[in-house]
């Protein structure tokens, strides 16, 4: 067994059977399915203070952008002489570029373990499915007797959507609501334009700011468009999963930085600067 699975993997298996299990007892229905919310939703709160550090690290690089711009329109033929500049800026401003990067990289480890925990606990159509599971949990008393109950909201959590001809056309209403989801999250993600754009010259160095906003842009929907795509081949549970981390990072973001790009959507009495 490897460090990953024993460190990360099978403490979250065993957090999830044991919730199911505690739901289950007490009877109430589609109990895998609360299970999975909360065990995403206690991870996703841990990780609150990580992502935090990540958002405000992102705000204030943004605000940094006219001065970024102004910069580099002075010092961008020499290269020496510009990044002695930003470091500078960052240093006077008391930005760290790094510490945006570190809660991501330290969050990435725990998403693909609780992804890996949701693949195998959904497939419980393999023949080894009980033994290979209860040889991970720490407890007898965790163990499975039978196979889980995948039932939620009158469909099963193993289902995918691309299996819409026998599940129904609403479950074709999970990937379009995933998609929807990460819309709003990465147009949220995005700075609100300013009311009076700084002037920038006219010259060539111009063209990499206007480049990397129209990827910003294009990411925008093509981000969505992905998880929409990858959400209808799998099983609607890892989609539960996912929702659940992205209706939590929506109501983050809004708190620390406000809708971003999505304030022209929405009524001025939602409306926050950032």
Known sequence: ????????????????????????????????????????????????????????????????????????????HDKMRH????????KEHGINPL?????????LPIFIGLYNVLSQVLQFDKADFLANINSRLYSPALH??????????????????NQWQEAGFIILA?????GLLQFIQSKMMVPQAAPHAVQR??????????????????MTYIMPAMIAFFSYGFPIGLSLYWNTFTVIGIIQQYIISGPGALSKYLPKRLQKSN
């Open 1 to 76: 067994m490897n460090p990953f699975e024993t460190l990360l993997i099978n403490p979250i298996l065993n957090l999830l059977i044991a919730l199911y299990l505690f739901l289950h007892s007490l009877g109430i229905p589609g109990a895998l399915g609360l299970a999975i919310i909360l065990l995403s939703t206690s991870i996703r709160l841990a990780l609150w203070s990580l992502t935090s550090t990540q958002l405000r690290s992102a705000q204030k690089m943004a605000a940094l952008k006219p001065h970024l711009e102004r910069i580099k329109a002075e010092y961008g």
């Open 83 to 90: 990044q002695q500049e930003i470091s500078k800026l960052h």
């Open 99 to 107: 510490s945006g990067c570190l809660p991501l990289l330290l969050q």
């Open 144 to 161: 499975l007797a039978d196979k889980p109950d995948t039932s939620f909201l009158g469909t099963s959590l193993s289902t995918s959507p």
């Open 174 to 178: 999970v990937p379009i609501a995933t």
């Open 201 to 218: 010259s006219d010259d060539k160095k111009a063209d990499m700011t206007d480049t990397m906003s129209q990827v910003q842009s294009q």
